[in-house]
């Protein structure tokens, strides 16, 4: 089975930038896409960006674009997400995400779920 720990979380000043990790452990890394999500207090999750399994491809939410990057390093199990010039509305909590096959990176249908790690920007 598949294990998936996010870390990197914090409070940071608006402006500021952070880099989160994902860890995984158990089955294929390597041939998964990975995705980041976030959760604000009473909001839907949504998507913020997603990778393929090479990391040949990447795709962004319009919310990321210019401020965020994922990437990957197969040979760590590990992905992450850079985010820079961070807004107070980039508070929530961000999850990693695992998709087994098919690149489908915006939809809520992946395979395996990180608890999350809590994101706070302060003005």
């Known amino acids: 089975q598949v294990q998936l720990v996010e870390s990197g979380g914090g409070l940071v000043q608006a402006g500021g930038s952070l880099r989160l990790s994902c860890a995984a452990s158990?089955?294929?890394?390597?041939?998964?896409?990975m995705g980041w999500f976030r959760q604000a207090p009473g909001k839907e999750r949504e998507f913020v960006a997603a990778?393929?399994?090479?990391?040949?491809?990447?795709r962004n939410a319009d919310s990321a674009k210019g401020r965020f990057t994922i990437s990957r390093d197969n040979a760590k199990n590990t992905v992450y997400l850079q985010m820079n010039s961070l807004k107070p509305e980039d508070t929530a909590v961000y999850y990693c995400?695992?998709?087994?096959?098919?690149?489908?990176?915006?939809?809520?249908?992946?395979?395996?779920w990180g608890q999350g790690t809590q994101l706070t920007v302060s003005s």
């Open positions: 990778i393929s399994w090479n990391g040949r491809i990447t």
């Open positions: 995400a695992a998709r087994t096959t098919g690149w489908n990176p915006q939809s809520r249908s992946y395979d395996y």
């Open positions: 158990g089955g294929t890394f390597s041939s998964y896409t």
